[in-house]
């Protein structure tokens, strides 16, 4: 890229004789009588390189005029301390005498690094520091933030001389305002004396302007510089990916490959030890033990070699960051201790959950199937379903051992179950989501598993199911009420269920005197089915009263109604 600019070639040794004077005590004077004349203002064509020196020229200039300020204010300061002989006011300015080198001192560094293009502190030797645990772990971390701060060294710079600008120019806009009052002052009048201090006030304001002006704009024009320099986001990524890369890409895929053959070695030994390892019970404690040691050491062993090999390649970065990342693990790992112990215990199978045994989890019975870093529970029964989750997250949980005859869940796909709440129907489907009931008539209805176990499911597709009805008859059959008609009615029972659900569906039918009503004499009916006739057991609650009515019918037996008594008050006639 070309520029087009006019610029003077002559003060240009004109200002580095006098920066070098200014630095090493010489005259300025004797300094500038030796730089060479300026030349004559011409138009130049000049490269990038080029305007860059120009534009740094130009700082060194507003940073060589602020040094020029503040050193005179050092000078008069010192002037001012050998004529002090109030010790109060001797301390005064000895204090400020103290901040005017400190700011004279740092100005020097800021001219000499943008001079030098290096940074000065490099140079600078280290003041040891007693030992402490705290400055051991910055040392450790300090690798890591350098690199952060490499990475974002020119967006901080930037920002701190954006601070600068916005700093300078308001004291130098204060300063302007100090300056135009106390001239309004001097114009009015007064005695001798004031207008001496306010002469000297205007003086102080001046200089402070002029100071704050040149520090202004010595810290636009290297932020002008840096804006001029500054790259794309997405370059400036790449840039630094590609360095990275080239840096450490060699040392982070060795210590990768490392940690991967410590790991799959040790996980290799584990596994050809289970497989010839011979043990009647292969998930006794020493062998819990035994894999539990191994899985450990496989992880820390990978760590620990991806350590070694940035140490031994003398990557201080990759090494800190890993040993950060450790120390993060290890500090995050104290607050959960004792639930790391607990899932030890559970993996050792000598915790509250034990393989073989019995759980609820999310409300719905499991059987442990194994227990390790990631558990097995499994519900034969809800459609072979299973569940793989942390053994973290049965802390908290026990088990107990089956019980004789108990059934992992009430009923399985196929079954026919009645509800609770009347519901009645064949599952469809079971899962430990949602049980699906085909009711009579094809109508699905589905119930989350948990509410489902909630409404106490009847299985009816089990060995067998009994239907019970209540049926009565007159008084005037007093008689007979206990022989011959439970009997009678037993009999037109059985001939008349083989017609509903075959005779090999009926297992016992019984027809029992209940109680003596208050209009009718009450039998109790009770008919036991087999399984196989589930689907019809509204059927046969319908067809019981409808066999009983035709036996009346056919022995003559009265079905007696609800009688009421109407007692009517005699007559006031």
Same mark, same amino acid.
């Given at each position: ?485 439970? +009997? ?21 039918? +019984? ?33 019981? +009263? ?28």
């Amino acid at each position: 890229m070309k520029t087009v600019c006019i610029f003077s070639v002559g003060w240009i040794p004109s200002v580095l004789a006098l920066s070098s004077a200014t630095l090493f005590g010489q005259n300025e004077s004797e300094s500038l009588s030796s730089a060479s004349p300026a030349a004559v203002v011409e138009v130049t064509e000049l490269t990038e390189e080029e305007s860059a020196r120009q534009r740094m020229v130009s700082v060194l200039m507003a940073q060589l005029e602020a040094l020029h300020i503040k050193r005179d204010d050092v000078a008069e300061l010192e002037n001012q301390l050998g004529l002090e002989t109030n010790e109060i006011s001797r301390a005064d300015v000895l204090e400020k005498l103290q901040k005017a080198t400190d700011e004279l001192r740092v100005l020097e560094m800021k001219f000499r690094e943008t001079a030098s293009g290096v940074d000065l502190g490099m140079f600078e030797e280290e003041v040891k520091e007693p030992f402490s645990l705290e400055n051991e772990f910055g040392k450790v971390a300090e690798p890591f933030f350098a690199e952060l701060r490499e990475a974002t060294s020119q967006s901080r710079k930037m920002t701190e001389l954006r601070d600068d600008v916005e700093r300078f120019s308001a004291q130098a806009e204060d300063a302007r305002t100090a300056i135009a009052a106390i001239e309004g002052l001097l114009g009015v009048g007064g005695t001798a004396e004031l207008q001496t201090a306010l002469s000297e006030q205007l003086e102080h304001w001046q200089e402070v302007e002029s100071l704050a002006s040149s520090q202004e704009e010595s810290a636009r024009l290297q932020l002008e510089n840096l804006e001029a320099q500054r790259e794309g986001f997405v370059e400036g990524s790449t840039k630094y990916v590609r360095n990275f890369v080239q840096k450490r890409g060699l040392n982070l895929v060795l210590g990768i490959g490392a940690a991967l053959a410590v790991f799959f070695f040790v996980r290799g030994i584990l596994f050809v030890a289970r497989k010839f390892r011979k043990t009647d019970n292969p998930k006794n404690f020493g062998s819990r033990v035994f894999v539990l040691a191994a899985n450990l050491l496989s992880v820390l062993g990978g760590l620990a070699a991806m350590m070694a090999v940035f140490s031994v390649t003398g990557d201080v970065f990759l090494f800190s960051f890993v040993l950060l990342f450790l120390l993060g693990v290890a500090w995050s790992g104290l607050k959960v201790l004792p639930q790391f112990v607990d899932s030890l215990k559970l993996i050792l199978n000598i915790g509250m959950v034990k393989e073989g045994e019995r759980i609820v989890f999310d409300d719905i019975p499991w059987n442990v199937e194994s227990l390790g870093f990631t558990s097995k529970l499994a519900n034969s029964k809800l459609d072979s379903a299973y569940q793989l989750l942390p053994v973290r997250h049965l802390v908290g949980y026990h088990s107990r051992p089956w019980c004789e005859g108990e059934e992992e869940f009430p009923c399985k796909r196929g079954d026919w179950v009645q509800l609770s709440d009347g519901r009645m129907g064949k599952t469809v489907a079971q899962n430990p989501g949602h049980v699906v009931l085909e009711e009579l008539g094809g109508a699905q209805v589905s119930v989350t598993t948990p509410d489902f176990l909630a409404l106490s499911p009847r299985n009816l597709s089990l060995e067998g199911f009994r239907v019970e009805t209540r049926f009565g008859v007159d008084y005037k059959h007093q008689a007979e009420c206990t022989t011959s008609i439970p +009997q009678a009615m037993e009999k037109s029972l059985s001939a008349g269920l083989r017609e509903v659900v075959g005779a090999e569906a009926i297992q016992n039918v +019984q027809v029992q005197f209940a109680s003596a009503g208050a209009s009718s004499l009450d039998y109790e009916i009770e008919v036991d089915l087999a399984g196989s006739a589930a689907a019809d057991f509204e059927k046969v609650q319908y067809a019981l +009263q409808r066999i009983l009515v035709d036996c009346c019918n056919e022995n003559g037996w009265e079905i007696p109604f609800q009688q009421i008594t109407v007692h009517r008050a005699p007559s006031s006639d």
